[in-house]
């Protein structure tokens, strides 16, 4: 009998529609996930703790399919499950929704200076201008990622006039190479990171990229904090060498409360909030965990199939 292991926070969602010769162990602590694990031939091990995590499905030597609601895949022993011929489904699109509707609203909050209307409010304080003039309308956009969540960035974007310009490992007519965006980052007024958090996406934004965008530009964040050179940020935010920065995640997490960040009137950080800004995740990953389960025992194709070569 395949033995599935499982966290019980799913467990309402799952139990009521899963088969019967599928014999499910339920774990509430890290504890009995790590003596659970060796004995999974389906694993479902998420947590907060990602190092926590790393340990449970190092323990899993068995494992034929690892299941996870989180897009990013950094905190996996990846080579480990790749020798153990390990077929891994990850939360690609489960809430690229909702993060696609964060970016948006990054871009109207700096755009109309937001912030400062939200302040003069709590001073009820009646202003008699926008702290804000930009416009989303006729304003260019770099896209560094077009996975489901880049998908639809450029297609919320596209009726607000946005002239968006996509960046993916495989170039395409309406595209750049992987190589080819520093030369134009002074073209763009937003630069939007939305790439998966590998060794090639590690610092890609540094003090050469920031020093190459316009001095009016805005970059968001909405990947890993890791894509940032965080130093050189703080110090280009110090200097207005950019705008603004939107940061839905940051290195680390959380952000220590004495850290420059939250004091920079430039800085929007959003504590890795955007992928929460819903009611739907656990729902979604439930229906696609069914749809793969019944693919998984006809021996059909799982979907989304991480690549464990390239981390994504």
Known sequence: ????????????????????????????????????????DIGWFDLNDKA???????????????????????????????????????GAGINAITIAEYVVMGMLTVAKGYREVVRAQEKHDWLLDSPGKVELFGSKAL???YGA???????????????????????GPT???????????????????????????????????LASMKQSAVLINIARGSVVE???????LQDKQIAAAFLDVTMPEPLPADHLLW??????VTMHL?????????????????????RYRKGEKLEPLVNLDLGY
């Not at 995590?53 to 950094?74: C, E, H, P, Q």
């Not at 974007?157 to 170039?171: A, E, M, N, Q």
């Not at 955007?274 to 019944?294: H, P, V």
């Open 175 to 209: 595209s750049l190479a992987p190589d080819a965006w520093r030369e134009r980052l002074g073209e763009f007024d937003w630069v939007i990171l939305a790439v998966p958090a590998t060794p090639e996406t590690d610092d890609m934004i540094g003090a050469v990229e």
């Open 143 to 145: 896209l560094l990622g």
């Open 274 to 294: 955007s992928g929460r800004a819903q009611d739907k995740m656990f729902i979604r990953s439930a229906t696609r965990f069914f749809e793969n389960l019944e």
């Open 52 to 90: 926590e995590m790393f340990k449970i499905i190092s323990a899993a030597t068995n494992l034929k399919w690892l299941n996870s609601i989180y897009a990013g895949v950094d905190g996996m022993p990846l080579a480990q499950l790749k020798r153990q011929g390990c077929k891994v489904t990850n």
């Open 149 to 171: 969540i880049g998908k639809l960035i450029e297609e919320r974007l596209k009726p607000f006039g946005v002239d968006v310009t996509i960046v993916r490992r495989t170039p």
């Open 263 to 268: 004091t920079l009137d430039n800085a929007h």
């Open 1 to 40: 009998m395949t033995i599935a292991v499982m966290s019980g926070l799913i467990r309402p969602l799952l139990e009521p529609m899963l088969p019967a010769d599928l014999d499910v162990r339920w774990f509430m602590s890290t504890e009995q996930a790590l003596e659970l694990a060796p004995l999974a």
């Open 230 to 236: 965080q130093d050189a940020l703080v110090k280009a």
